[in-house]
């Protein structure tokens, strides 16, 4: 091969690698020590493909269990400051303002992994709220309020039928995500039947 034709498979070569590398750019967020969240481009173009993340004042902000899965997933970057922290860091610091992080973030995981959009739902008063698969939040309704809870928890008569109570006034199933020692989760639902 002429040496001419060699210098331009090369060059050929680099640019392709430089378009692959651009595909594969992580997303930086910013973690404020109470919220994660990113204001770049990949960002929304993330939320508008899988809903990871929430869209307020021109940023999206992500639960901590996506920014976790988000994480791990190798898909951000977070950084606190100048420092950027890794999964094993920033697990530990989310575990100083949400004790239950590590519970939520297994069955968070393992939902999204079989392919439902896992949303918070503080405002319900439950943890997850799931929508089925090939649904979006804004396009539907939650099928799903989630309670991950370890398989050594006690769960009383009284706490279950407050979290029953909940997913009935919001017009949802109750599902209650068990995670046993192995880390492995079963579910468990609760479905209304209306009369």
């Known amino acids: 091969m002429p040496k001419k034709a060699k210098k331009q498979k090369k060059v050929r070569k680099k640019k392709a690698t430089k378009k692959k590398t ?34 307020k004042e021109g940023k999206i902000f992500y639960s901590f269990p996506e920014a976790l899965y988000l994480l791990e997933a190798k898909k951000i970057e977070v950084a606190e400051g100048r420092k950027k922290l890794n999964f094993d860091r ?10 239950r992080i590590q519970i ?10 079989r392919g439902y959009i896992v949303k918070t739902a503080l405002k319900f008063g439950a943890e997850f ?9 804004g396009q539907t309704h939650a099928k799903w309020i989630l309670y ?14 407050a979290k029953n109570r909940v997913a009935h006034s919001t017009r949802k199933n109750l599902l209650i995500g068990i995670v046993d020692e192995e880390r492995d989760v079963t579910y468990y639902e609760i479905k209304w039947i209306k009369p």
């Open 129 to 137: 709220r799931v929508y089925d698969k090939g649904k979006k939040p």
């Open 148 to 161: 991950p809870v370890r398989e050594s928890e006690i769960l009383t008569w009284h706490d279950f039928s």
């Open 22 to 55: 651009k595909k594969t750019e992580k997303i930086k967020a910013t973690f404020t020590g109470e919220t994660i969240y990113s204001n770049k481009k990949q960002a929304f173009s993330l939320y508008e493909k899988s809903r990871f993340g929430e869209k």
């Open 104 to 113: 939520k973030y297994i069955v968070f995981k393992d939902m999204r992994k």
């Open 90 to 99: 920033l697990m530990r610091d989310l575990k100083e303002k949400d004790g």
